[in-house]
């Protein structure tokens, strides 16, 4: 069961906008509405940030939203933060069981 | 507010069983519509889900690991259990214990490092 293909890395400037792109299949991403995203700062246990492509929990900012595309699903973070600098996770249902992305590396410049 | 705790060995040689629990307060394990969970992250990596396991008794596997892999729920001590076999230097990561809502982990433990090594 392969994992989510994620960009390994990507950047941004405080105030930018920047989008990571979580690629799967028709048996994954693409067949269910059951896409979530974690954020990962080192050392520290993941936290919730997107379930459902694009449902936010309790506590999240509004900067962060989701959606998906076919066999794609997106995290777009807006009014980027030095905060914001992690490691971003998406996964997603796959029928009997979860697949995670390899994960995607955000620096802010 | 929910919290998880993983415990259990930090060292376990290869061809044992690695075996660990989590310790759910602030709610009852026992608590419908939810399953709990167990994912790991082998060091500089990604995320691996490993299975999770709901009060009714159904468990859900990856298939990678199926033949493995055991995952329990105590609900008289508010805890469940993974229990990895046979395991190798590959097994080496930080295990997450979570709660599943539905298809994705919305609390997890802090993470407990387990290294494969004799």
């Known amino acids: 069961q392969s994992a989510l293909t994620q960009p390994r890395s990507v950047s941004g400037s405080p105030g930018q906008s920047v989008t990571i792109s979580c690629t799967g299949t028709?048996?994954?991403?693409?067949?269910?509405?059951?896409v979530s995203w974690h954020q990962q700062h080192p050392g520290k246990a993941p936290k919730p940030l997107i379930y459902?492509?694009?449902k936010r929990p309790s506590g999240v900012p509004d900067r962060f939203s989701g959606s998906k595309s076919g066999n794609t699903a997106s995290l777009t973070i807006s009014g980027l933060q030095a905060e914001d600098e992690a490691d971003y996770y998406c996964?997603?249902?796959?029928?009997?069981?979860?697949?995670f992305g390899g994960g995607t590396k955000l620096t802010v410049l | 507010q929910l919290q998880l705790q993983e415990s259990g060995p930090g060292l376990v040689k290869p061809s044992e069983t690695l075996s660990l629990t989590c310790t759910v307060s602030?709610?009852?394990?026992?608590?419908?519509?939810?399953?709990w969970g167990w994912i790991r992250q082998p060091p500089g990596k990604g995320l691996e889900w490993i299975g999770s396991?709901?009060?009714?008794?159904?468990?859900y596997y990856d298939p990678s690991l199926k033949s493995r892999v055991t995952i329990s729920i105590d609900m008289s001590k508010n805890q469940f259990s993974l229990k990895l076999t046979s395991v190798t230097a590959a097994d080496t990561a930080v295990y997450y214990c979570?709660?599943?809502?539905?298809?994705?982990?919305?609390?997890w433990g802090q993470g407990t490092l387990v290294t494969v090594s004799s």
């Open positions: 996964c997603s249902y796959a029928g009997s069981y979860e697949v």
């Open positions: 028709s048996s994954d991403v693409g067949g269910y509405d059951y």
């Open positions: 459902d492509v694009s």
């Open positions: 979570a709660r599943m809502a539905h298809t994705r982990p919305d609390y």
């Open positions: 602030g709610g009852a394990i026992s608590s419908s519509g939810h399953s």
């Open positions: 396991m709901y009060n009714s008794g159904s468990t």
